[in-house]
């Protein structure tokens, strides 16, 4: 069971926080009435399955003994037309760092997560059609 | 088009940011190598419900000169045992405090958000089934 709880603060801000004990502040942008003191709902979600993500190809790599030295996601999101408005389209671009990374390692680790570890994804899945590649960079 | 930059800190840590400007720190718990400097991303989709949602009833709300005086939204998701993980059911409970708030306008709202406009609960549907609470408290 997981939880959050989410409050008005304000205009249209909402801070959230969670049983981890840590807080997210959320506002919309000024063209709808908002501040944009802090992320959109929906960027919450890109955030998180990049995050998700990137902790299962971390852990992955480092019990394959690979050098790891950086990893970055690049999320997108495509939403539809029609209300009420959703994913329908999520894009990940991996780029690992290291030292020798070898390309099959990364390969595994990433189709791991994604068919096996990664929760939001598994979730996201619901709506959206989730599309990933990677690149590897030496360092 | 959203999007989310995801990158790679150390530990189990990685930090996010988003088009909008805002940073969001993720990280996993000390039982599985992280060290909970930040919020897990699956808590991230509920706070983002949450946060989606409420902008949605505060909008509405103000329009229809209700004199609200606070918003919360407890959220709860339960996740499947079989790998992938995913969440199957979310639970809402909003709190709404104000002065003379009507329950019509209150379901009105709520409805509202959760069938046409807030893009995270259509969004997660396709994965987990939705179900919301409301109370009213006089301020």
Chains 1, 2 share one sequence.
Do not use: W
């Amino acid at each position: 069971m997981v939880k959050a709880n989410v409050k008005y603060t304000g205009g249209m801000q909402f801070v959230a926080s969670s049983d981890s004990g840590h807080a997210v502040v959320m506002d919309a942008g000024p063209e709808v009435g908002g501040s944009n003191t802090g992320s959109r709902p929906m960027e919450l979600l890109l955030m998180g399955i990049g995050g998700c993500s990137g902790m299962d190809i971390i852990s992955i790599l480092k019990k394959k003994k690979q050098n790891v030295t950086g990893l970055e996601a690049n999320v997108t999101g495509t939403m539809s037309d029609d209300y009420p408005q959703k994913y329908t389209e999520i894009t990940i671009e991996y780029i690992v760092r290291g030292r020798g990374v070898t390309e099959e390692a990364v390969k595994r680790a990433v189709q791991l997560s994604m068919d096996k570890y990664c929760s939001v994804k598994a979730t996201l899945k619901g709506a959206a059609q989730i599309r990933f590649s990677y690149r590897i960079v030496e360092d």
